[in-house]
């Protein structure tokens, strides 16, 4: 890791065009369609600048994870970014939510081989002691979710 805080980069090709690659990745709840983690509500805005969603992470018994992205740009065909705010409540001992390191996700669709490369990128700042923990693991469930946006794209599963 370097002073900027660990970089997420996952990638998977999709049998579709880059159009509806990214068409699908607009609404919240199809990114994370099939995940561990719930999207709690989502407030969505044209052309997706704006868009808000809540989410209730995985964590152990103990501990409530929450997070808030909104997405921030959103060019057409080519890129969504969103920064991700998560908080951590531990049940029992704390009261309020403790923040952890803001983030920045951001979703690229080139194309290729008459298809689209869809490609996620998560940076941080200046990751808190919580992050080093997770780091494994987010390797694994972007990888998951990449999947499961391949297959559900790949197959017309859009209203799933």
Not at 26 to 33: E, S
Not at 71 to 91: G, M, N, Q, S, W
Not at 151 to 160: K, L, R
């Amino acid at each position: 890791m370097d002073e900027k805080g660990p970089v997420v980069e996952e990638s998977v090709h999709i049998e579709a065009q880059p159009h509806d690659v990214y068409t699908y990745c607009l609404d919240p709840r199809r990114i994370h369609d099939g995940d561990p983690v719930t999207v709690t509500d989502v407030t969505m805005r044209s052309g997706g600048v704006g868009t808000v969603a809540h989410l209730k992470g995985v964590a152990p018994p103990w501990v409530d994870e929450r997070v808030e992205f909104e997405y921030t740009e959103a060019v057409p065909d080519e890129l969504i970014r969103f920064e991700v705010r998560p908080t951590l409540r531990f049940k029992g001992i704390r009261k309020r939510p403790v923040a952890t390191t803001p983030s920045t996700f951001t979703w690229t669709f080139t194309p290729e081989d008459r298809g689209t490369r869809l490609m996620f990128t998560a940076e941080m700042s200046k990751p808190s002691f919580f992050d080093h923990f997770g780091e494994k693991s987010a390797h694994r469930m972007i990888q998951a979710r990449l999947g499961r946006i391949k297959q559900h794209v790949e197959t017309g599963a859009q209203d799933s």
